[in-house]
Nanobody, 122 residues
Framework: QVQLVESGGGLVQAGGSLRLSCAAS????????MGWFRQAPGKEREFVST????????DYADSVKGRFTISRDNAKNTVYLQMNSLKPEDTAVYYC???????????????WGQGTQVTVSS
């Protein structure tokens, strides 16, 4: 069992930056690949980024590539999402999730956090 708690969301102007954190409970954090997804009002949840168990492999949605960076610190049981050059279309609830393998498919993630709101004003 893994419990995930996101933090770091908030209101920011377009062009600004935020760093999201996702703290995981339990000693098994390092065996999971981690992902970030987001869901805007009226839209389906969409993949943002994923990172492998050791942080050696990462993947990004085209919409965030070059602006967002995912990283993890296994010693702190935490995964991060650094978001730069934010745009109003990045506004959404952001969720972190844990999976046995790095994947862009939400259905393959076993555990989810409760989400943190990111709002980007124009």
């Amino acid at each position: 069992q893994v419990q995930l708690v996101e933090s770091g969301g908030g209101l920011v102007q377009a062009g600004g930056s935020l760093r999201l954190s996702c703290a995981a409970s339990g000693r098994t954090f390092r065996i999971y690949a981690m992902g970030w997804f987001r869901q805007a009002p009226g839209k389906e949840r969409e993949f943002v980024s994923t990172i492998g168990r050791n942080g050696g492999s990462t993947d990004y949605a085209d919409s965030v590539k070059g602006r967002f960076t995912i990283s993890r610190d296994n010693a702190k049981n935490t995964v991060y999402l650094q978001m730069n050059s934010l745009k109003p279309e990045d506004t959404a609830v952001y969720y972190c999730a844990a999976s046995r393998v790095p994947t862009v498919v939400a259905g393959q993630y076993d555990y989810w956090g409760q989400g943190t709101q990111v709002t980007v004003s124009s």
